[in-house]
Nanobody
């Protein structure tokens, strides 16, 4: 079992920055691909960013490319999402997720992930 706990959400003005953290416990952190997803009210959960086991490969949704950066610290069992130049359309509940199966090619897929955190709210005001 893997437990994931997100933190760092909150209210931020458009153009500002926020850093989300996701602390993992359970199986060795370095054995799974990590992802960030988000879900806005009335919308489906969507992929934001993914990071391979040792941090060699990353993927980003087109909507956040160049603004968000995913990283991981395997020594701290934590994955981060640095959000810069945020926009009102970034408002959503953000979830981190862990996968033992996802590859670089598949890490954008919702159903590739085995474990999910409870989510943290990010609200961007205009």
């Amino acid at each position: 079992q893997v437990q994931l706990v997100e933190s760092g959400g909150g209210l931020v003005q458009a153009g500002g920055s926020l850093r989300l953290s996701c602390a993992a416990s359970g199986r060795p952190f370095s054995t799974y691909t990590m992802g960030w997803f988000r879900q806005a009210p009335g919308k489906e959960r969507e992929f934001v960013s993914g990071l391979s086991r040792y941090g060699s490969y990353t993927r980003y949704a087109d909507s956040v490319k160049g603004r968000f950066t995913i990283s991981r610290d395997n020594a701290k069992n934590t994955v981060y999402l640095q959000m810069n130049s945020v926009k009102p359309e970034d408002t959503a509940v953000y979830y981190c997720a862990a996968s033992f199966r996802a590859t670089v090619a598949t890490m954008g897929g919702l159903y590739e992930y085995d474990y999910w955190g409870q989510g943290t709210q990010v609200t961007v005001s205009s």
